[in-house]
Antibody
Framework: HVQLRESGPGLVEPSETLTLTCTLS??????????WSWIRQHPVRGLEWIGY???????YYSPSLKSRMTISLDTSTNHFSLSLTSVTAADTAVYYC???????????WGQGTLVNVSS | SYVLTQPPSVSVAPGQTATITCGGD??????VHWYQQKSGQAPVLVVY???DRPSGIPERFSGSNFGNTATLTISRVEAGDEADYFC????????????FGPGTKVTVL
């Protein structure tokens, strides 16, 4: 069955660029159905969708983060990545990768990775 | 953007029924999805499209959606159901189309 796993640094300094990678197993990035998404969860429970990339490479970002975000895809290695520039303490959160299925539901989630923005 | 509201907490005794609401303007016209998040774990989809269950989710979990309120019902509550529950909708009319509710903490007494 589909499994997703995030990887990346747990600590990023303010103003630097955060880069996370999500590796998919048990499925294909090219399934033609899923939108490969990033969601983050701030310390006080709130879940925030931040963007996705389709199997064809089309992207859509949350308006509040659009100017700082890039999501890319590598079909040869079955992974997709998130890059968030100029991070601040407000970007401290648990970051999840997830697959978006029909009607906007998130079928599968990674285990999450905590990113702390601090000097 | 679209706003969803949920009660912060619900308490229920084992074997009883837990009812978790999700309020939104005309939410009955949207497809609502529900996630369970146990402490320290990732969210898990438990109900999608208002009332369907993914494979592996017990029949004790059910959903409904009408008017301005969607509801997740957990029947015959077990200790293992203690978790945060989030509702979520997708509305392509908005620039920020994926909206989550603030979450409801279900405590099993």
């Amino acid at each position: 069955h589909v499994q997703l796993r995030e990887s990346g640094p747990g600590l990023v300094e303010p103003s630097e660029t955060l880069t996370l990678t999500c590796t998919l197993s048990g499925g294909s990035i090219n399934d033609g159905v899923s939108f490969w998404s990033w969601i983050r969860q701030h310390p006080v429970r709130g879940l925030e969708w931040i963007g996705y990339i389709t199997h064809g490479g089309s992207t859509y970002y949350s308006p509040s983060l659009k100017s700082r975000m890039t999501i890319s895809l590598d079909t040869s290695t079955n992974h997709f990545s998130l890059s968030l520039t100029s991070v601040t303490a407000a970007d401290t959160a648990v970051y999840y990768c997830a697959s978006r299925g029909p009607h906007g539901r998130f079928d599968h989630w990674g285990q999450g990775t905590l990113v702390n923005v601090s000097s | 953007s679209y706003v969803l509201t949920q009660p912060p907490s619900v308490s229920v005794a084992p074997g009883q029924t837990a009812t978790i609401t999700c309020g939104g303007d005309k939410i009955g016209t949207e497809s609502v999805h529900w996630y369970q998040q146990k402490s320290g774990q990732a969210p898990v989809l438990v109900v999608y499209d208002d009332s369907d269950r993914p494979s592996g989710i017990p029949e004790r979990f059910s959903g409904s959606n009408f008017g301005n309120t969607a509801t997740l019902t957990i029947s015959r509550v077990e200790a293992g159901d203690e978790a945060d529950y989030f509702c979520q909708v997708w509305d392509s009319r908005f620039d920020d189309p994926y909206v989550f509710g603030p979450g409801t903490k279900v405590t099993v007494l």
